[in-house]
């Protein structure tokens, strides 16, 4: 998968993130999509670093998609920790 794919992974990665966690978050749409690209390798990496399990390169394998969707999700979480009360 190409970086063009990796970077569609990461939009609709940081979307679904954004649904599961609801809330008001800066950025908009840039940020979503850098919150989801990053959270796709990190999710990436985490899953070949400790469940050795290593991401395929195929962009409707699921297991990729839970890897970049868990990413995003934990980049969200400690972006909100972070940045969150900043912003009122």
């Known amino acids: 998968m190409g970086i063009i794919g990796w970077i569609i992974l990461g939009l609709f990665a940081g979307a679904i993130a954004k649904v ?3 809330g ?3 950025g908009g ?3 979503t999509t850098l919150i989801g ?3 796709a390798f990190v999710g990436g ?3 070949s670093r400790f469940l ?11 297991y ?4 970049a969707i868990g990413g995003s999700l934990v980049l969200l979480v400690a972006y909100r920790l972070l940045f969150g009360n900043s912003r009122n």
């Open 20 to 22: 599961l966690l609801p």
């Open 24 to 26: 008001r978050d800066p």
């Open 29 to 31: 749409l840039i940020g």
């Open 37 to 39: 690209v990053a959270g």
């Open 45 to 47: 990496w985490l899953s």
């Open 52 to 62: 050795d399990r290593p991401v395929e390169n195929h962009f409707f394998d699921l």
């Open 64 to 67: 990729t998609w839970g890897a």
